[in-house]
């Protein structure tokens, strides 16, 4: 018997014969394929490559560790054994009822498998709500996966404990993943297997977690959301940034990363997978993919192809492919649908088992493949840059391109008339119809631009607290000096860029318009206007990240500013976002916040139901962007 090498991917945590295999998957870093030089160095090559199940374990079978139940050593009521499955399983059924998908995943067994912690590799698919005293997260979904292509014979060894993993599927009478011998865990049929190749996943809930079978605004855990989420991650899903699907719709998608555990409508909506995460999952296990078995067309089936079209692309930043890039595709109705992310970075293992990264050797690529709802699109680009989240939330790939600084590029939308470096007009954008040929060639080159800004990048505050506020302005004062700076290097002002949120995460972030004009200080904390320049009407906003308001004539805009600024060197340039007829959430506030850090570089404002702007102790993430003219 051998003993294959295999890797357990944990997936971040809360807050095969696979026709594809989508950029938004978990991934590791796979055994070296090939020995290369590099800036004069020999190395061994390793790829990052997507994890995911094999056809023939893709009904795959859980087991419930009955030896801890929610709640039970923390004092909260314990959730009964039957109450626990049932909130499980039906996250479960959520993920199996998707028609042009034929993942299964089933709790098919309940016993007691020791007071402890999971344990990887032991190809028992463990549920478990039993952790270590130093496991911070809400849950967690690791996998064990092959880390090389690999061929299975009957008794094979596969994780070294002595005991056959795999049989003959000639003498069993059957070629998919099932306990052969009775021992409790699963063998497999022998044959081919891919790199990537999901052996063993187990799900574990944090044991000092309060959990609840329906959720409440009194910061208890919903376990069926929780779980829809972590079994997301079990077939392969990494995190998406999909948390604002709408200005209409504030909910996010099952897969973001954070949950709002005092935001019970929120939480229900997380228990239902989204467009988003259920594409994603027909792409990885595409329905009548094959003639027999589990991907074979059933009844209640749909055939992957007649619900979805594949949108191909890329992402170039400075003339290198870009690893981590997000794409977004926004429906007719102005909905946020699908998220992607580009390139499959490459590893560098040394003679000494260092692993080293390269820019642009780690690149080779900066494609991208998603799965759209058959339809019309526009395409938007965005940067794993922190806001919401940051590229270590979402696989290997993307935080090879994040630590190599490719995740600093401006937010726009695609128009490939428009693709350039340079564009004065990023909000621009074709509707792509997701069947036609320019489909497959959603090729994004990222914008060059520099940025004028007050505060010092850190986020510290969420916000005010705006309970009773039904108005509120934010308003920025950038010095003219430094404006003027920037126009005098040949820049155009493209685009204002403010940070903005919401305490209650199932509330769209709503400002009705930001407005560019000149002015400056009064002297005595207000702020004395000279002259409007620019008006961008809403609806504005996105949760937990900037919202790009774009100055149309960006070039005539910026004649016009420098022409002012050397005239009056005592003018300034003054950014102000508002929003009226504010509705609260559930926690009692409005969701129009500009999150703000602590610099207090004496040039930020803010106005509350119609009052004069008045100075305040703390910077508002406001920004100025510009581009090369």
């Keep these: 018997m051998k003993k294959l090498l295999m890797l357990t991917a944990a997936a971040a945590t809360l807050g095969s014969t696979a026709m594809a295999q989508g950029g938004r998957q978990l991934d590791i870093i796979a055994l070296p394929t090939a020995v290369v030089d590099v800036r004069g160095d020999t190395f061994l090559q390793r790829e990052t490559v997507p994890i995911f199940w094999d056809e023939r374990c893709a009904s795959v079978e859980y087991t419930l560790n009955t030896a801890g139940l929610p709640n039970q050593f923390i004092g909260g009521p314990t959730v009964s054994q039957a109450d626990t499955v049932a909130a499980i399983q039906a996250g479960l059924d959520r993920w199996n009822d998707n028609p042009a998908s034929y993942i299964e995943m089933n709790i098919t067994s309940e016993r007691n498998l020791g007071f402890k912690t999971r344990a990887g590799g032991d190809f028992i698919n463990e549920v478990t709500f039993l952790t270590a005293s130093n496991f911070t997260a ?61 052996l063993d ?53 099952t897969m973001f990363p954070f949950i709002d555990a005092n935001d019970a409508q929120s939480e229900l909506t997380t228990r239902t997978p989204h467009t988003d995460d259920l594409a994603l999952s027909a792409f990885i296990y595409p329905e009548g993919s ?39 595709a926004i429906d007719e109705n102005g909905e946020r649908q699908v998220t992607g992310i580009s390139g499959r970075a490459l590893v560098f293992e040394s003679a000494t088992g260092a692993l080293n990264i390269f820019s642009p050797e780690s690149f080779p690529t900066g494609d991208f493949e998603m799965a759209v709802p058959k339809g019309t699109y526009t395409f938007e680009l965005q940067a794993l840059d922190g806001t919401p989240f940051a590229a270590n939330r979402v696989s290997t790939n993307a935080n090879i391109g994040f630590i190599l600084g490719q995740q600093d590029f401006p937010q726009e939308l695609f128009d490939k008339n428009q693709e350039s470096d340079t564009e004065v007009k990023p909000a621009k954008s074709k509707a792509v119809r997701s069947g036609d040929s320019l489909a497959k060639a959603i090729d994004f080159v990222t914008n060059r631009e520099d940025t004028v800004r007050n505060h010092d990048g850190a986020l510290d505050f969420g916000g005010f607290n705006l309970v009773g ?55 005595e904390g207000g702020l004395v206007f000279e002259r409007e320049l ?96």
């Design 138 to 198: 809400l849950a967690s979904s690791p996998s064990t996966s092959l880390l090389a292509d690999s061929v299975f014979n009957p008794g094979d060894d596969l994780n070294g404990d002595g005991n056959s993993d795999v049989f003959d599927p000639a003498v069993e009478g059957r070629n998919t993943c099932f306990d052969a011998d009775g021992d409790g865990d699963i063998e497999f049929p022998a044959g081919f297997y891919r790199a990537g190749t999901i």
């Design 469 to 523: 506020v039904t108005s509120v302005q934010y308003a920025e004062r950038f010095a003219g000096a430094d404006v003027l700076a920037a126009l005098d290097a040949n820049q155009a002002l493209v685009s204002g860029n403010i940070l903005t949120g919401t305490f209650d995460a199932s509330e769209p972030v709503r400002f009705d318009r930001v407005t560019l004009s000149l002015g400056k200080d009064d002297g």
């Design 290 to 328: 094959s003639d027999e078995g589990i991907a074979a067309l059933q009844p209640g089936d749909i055939s992957f192809e007649a619900v979805y079209d594949v949108i191909e692309g890329s992402v170039v930043r400075d003339g290198v492919n870009v690893s981590g890039a997000a794409i977004t």
């Design 534 to 629: 620019k008006t961008v009407e809403g609806p504005l906003g996105e949760d937990g990240d900037y919202v790009t308001a774009v100055f149309n004539g960006a070039k005539g805009l910026a004649k016009k500013i420098e022409q002012a600024l050397k005239k009056d060197p005592s003018l300034d340039v003054i950014l102000v976002i508002e929003a009226d007829a504010l509705q609260i959430g559930a926690s009692g506030q409005p969701p129009a916040q500009v999150r703000l850090d602590t610099s207090a570089a004496g040039t930020s404002y803010v106005s509350f139901n119609g009052a004069e702007l008045s100075s305040i102790g703390l910077t508002n993430m406001m920004e100025l962007r510009f581009v090369p003219n």
């Design 201 to 253: 996943n187990d799900v574990q809930f944090n044991i000092g977690v309060l959990w609840e079978t329906f959720p409440t605004n009194t910061g208890g855990v919903d376990i069926d959301a929780v779980s829809t989420h972590e079994f997301g991650h079990s077939h392969g899903h990494s995190h998406t940034s999909l948390n604002q699907i709408s200005f209409t719709d504030g909910s996010s998608t």
